[in-house]
């Protein structure tokens, strides 16, 4: 038993959302998060509006969405901390609930990014790193990510073909998550000949922008005990920051210090290793992203992440299942809803209810969310 | 202001480092180092984090440097699509700080190991200045 627990989650469907605006998805998210719990709108203490903000037209999203909620006059502010948003408002909120300032608080993770023309987004698209000292040059999200993948490359022998194995897992699995962007699987080669975006990946080596929202209701001992019979504990919280340029990182570049950071802490607060890890959620912006995940994580030793797809110990049924949901590769990635989603997941898998993805025994799960280029990291704990 | 002559297309404009605009348009690479605990930056830093001075002069720099990693970019920002396919590399200088840098458009990717032997150099274009990773063998022609 945990201080603090989830007693809802709730989510929308992802992806090109051209039927609903930003506070029409977070309502259903929070409504369905709602009757997860069997509470009302009057039991919230406090929400917390998580977005990455630059994407959306409403300046302060949190004054409409907590309107549309019929959440006023309960407290509410907006959390930003890129793509990690909804993590680091699980975090707040933990703390909010720890500290007994409030009993009961409400994340709503949400993003509309599709309704944005492609001038909008390619100007945000080459200000993603360091606009001193890096955006001057031509930089995207992907060529971050791409820079990692090379180096893990050159020194590991990690091919293009082993990173392909990521999407067609996720892809696989997005096929059985009705709320998933994509819907159909894809095979390897499909993979390997998609347009190159930033070399060595491609098309569908990348998540793509998407439209939604997730929602998780957490509250103290007391109000869970009171209020849940399939209780899901918070047990561990890490989040860590490394520079946002690039060249302010040390090391080989064949690894994210700022998830390994994350992970000992969380680690450390749930009295639990790697290995007691049964199923777990990691952040696969990019094909790449969740090899290098397995490794920061320590799911498996470094430069030896791919194996864990080729031996399919990540899959269902296997050592440690990965995003069984889809992963952001099949779910598209909304960006502040994301980190709220990897949790609506894990709940689902660790209260049994996740149908025709559900995981054997899973008792002990794990949430890894990277916030834009790998400035951020959180990793949560979750115990069912 | 100044500092929107810095890169290949700049997005901030007023900076305390902005004249290192001007020693690159002079071919010359320059960093700052802290006066009261002599701690090196590159890229220039006009604030020193590690003692909070504020006082800084700049120095000259040796242009060798390893590459760390690289990338080519297809799909890009509007301002840079003309370019495209060009490469951006990471790479340590020989006096311990790394730099995000383009590399020249000569070198193939086949030469961009870790470790590979590189020059951080000076160069200028229409928006105004900025540097480039080179092969060595380039840099020491060019200097001739």
């Known amino acids: 038993m945990g201080r603090v627990g989830i007693i809802g989650v709730g989510h929308s469907r992802f992806g090109k959302r051209s039927d609903a605006s930003l506070r029409e998805l977070a309502f259903e998210a929070y409504r369905e998060a709602l009757d997860d719990a069997e509470i009302d709108t009057s039991d919230i203490d406090a929400s917390l509006v998580c977005s990455a903000t630059h994407y959306d037209k409403q300046r302060s999203p949190a004054g409409v969405v907590a309107e549309y909620l019929g959440l006023n006059p309960a407290p509410t502010f907006n959390v930003e901390a890129a793509c990690a948003s909804s993590a680091v408002g699980l975090r707040t909120a933990w703390a909010l609930v720890n500290s007994r300032l409030h009993d009961i608080v409400a994340i709503v993770g949400v993003q509309k990014m599709t309704e944005l023309s492609s001038e909008e987004l390619q100007e945000l698209m080459g200000r993603a790193g360091d606009v001193m000292w890096e955006s001057p040059f031509g930089t995207t999200m992907p060529a971050y990510y791409a820079m990692y993948a090379n180096a893990h490359m050159a020194r590991y022998g990690t091919t293009q073909e082993q990173m392909a194995l990521v999407p067609v897992k996720n892809r696989k699995y997005g096929t059985k998550n009705p709320k998933a962007m994509f819907q159909k699987p894809v095979e390897i080669e499909e993979v390997l000949k998609s347009r190159m975006v930033s070399y060595p990946l491609k098309l569908y080596d990348c998540c793509a922008n998407a439209d939604g929202a997730a929602c998780i209701l957490v509250a103290s001992r007391n109000k869970v005990q009171r209020l849940s019979d399939r209780p899901v504990w918070i047990a561990g919280l890490g989040l860590a920051s490394s520079p946002m340029s690039l060249a302010g990182r040390t090391g080989p570049m064949t690894s994210f210090q700022v998830t390994k950071n994350a992970a000992k802490e969380a680690y450390k607060m749930a009295h639990v290793l790697p290995r007691d890890v049964d199923i777990a959620e990691v952040h696969d912006s990019f094909s790449i992203t969740e090899i290098l995940n397995y490794e920061d994580l320590g799911f498996a030793r470094p430069g030896t992440g791919a194996k864990l797809l080729e031996r399919e110990e990540t899959d269902l049924g296997g050592r440690i299942p990965v995003n069984i949901d889809g992963g952001l590769i099949a779910k598209g990635h909304p960006v502040g809803a994301t980190g709220a989603s990897q949790i609506t997941a894990l709940v689902r898998q660790l209260r049994g209810e996740a149908g025709d993805l559900q995981g054997d025994n899973a008792n002990v799960g794990l949430a890894q969310n990277i916030g834009g280029i790998g400035m951020y990291a959180a990793v949560t704990i979750l115990r069912g | ?144």
């Open chain 2, 1 to 144: 202001m100044g500092f929107e002559k810095f890169g290949k297309h700049g997005y901030v404009s007023q900076a305390k480092v902005a004249p290192i605009v001007d020693y690159l348009k002079k071919g010359e690479l320059a960093g700052t180092k802290c006066l009261e605990c002599d701690s090196l930056y590159f890229p220039p830093k006009a604030d020193c984090p590690k003692c909070r001075s504020t006082k800084f002069d700049w120095v000259p720099l040796n242009e060798n440097c390893k590459l760390i990693t690289f990338t080519e970019v297809f799909f890009a920002p509007p301002e840079f699509q003309k370019e495209t396919p060009y490469l951006l590399g990471l790479a340590e200088l020989e006096e311990g700080p790394r730099v995000f840098a383009p590399i020249d458009s000569r070198i193939t990717r086949d030469y961009l190991k870790p470790g590979a032997l590189l020059a951080l150099h000076p160069s200028t274009n229409e928006n105004g200045a900025f540097y480039q990773l080179e092969k060595r063998e380039q840099n020491y022609l060019r200097k001739q």
